[in-house]
């Protein structure tokens, strides 16, 4: 996996934000939540360790779904609104490949997430493992 420093931003680079650590997975995910996100495709990330993440310029706004029984919370630049990182409880931080200050150092997808939530445009390449939900962990 990616190991280094990853440093991304927002499209009017008031928010930006530094990554130290390993990264876990790059992936794609198909879930409805990501669509609304992405505006109709898969989001593709790259999961890492929140303790190895900070934000280097600007300060994120936050939004967090109150209906949900585990819900995620996204932080977002408050100027453009351009979705940067995702925060899960177990201290894991989804880094949106988008955001990337360098697209290489999203090497593509290992994973296809949530693929139960999947239109017919959207695409996974040939040779990723695909997952109805999560895969099995082990």
Do not use: W
């Not at 931080?93 to 150092?105: E, F, H, N, Q």
């Amino acid at each position: 996996m990616t190991t280094g420093v990853i440093s991304g931003r927002c499209y009017c680079g008031d928010t930006a934000y530094e990554y130290t650590g390993k990264v876990f997975l790059h992936a794609q995910c198909h879930c409805r939540e990501c669509q609304y996100y992405s505006g109709g495709g898969p989001n593709y990330f790259m999961l890492g360790a929140q303790s190895e993440f900070r934000f280097t310029r600007g300060e994120p706004r936050d939004f967090t779904r109150p209906d949900l029984d585990q819900p995620v919370h996204r932080q977002f630049c408050p100027t453009c609104m351009t979705s940067l990182v995702t925060l899960l409880d177990n201290g894991t931080v989804v880094m949106k490949a988008g955001t990337l200050d360098d697209p290489s150092d999203y090497a593509g997808p290992q994973a296809a997430i949530y693929m139960c939530d999947t239109n017919f445009y959207q695409t996974v390449p040939d040779g990723v493992p695909t997952f109805d939900k999560l895969p099995p962990r082990g």
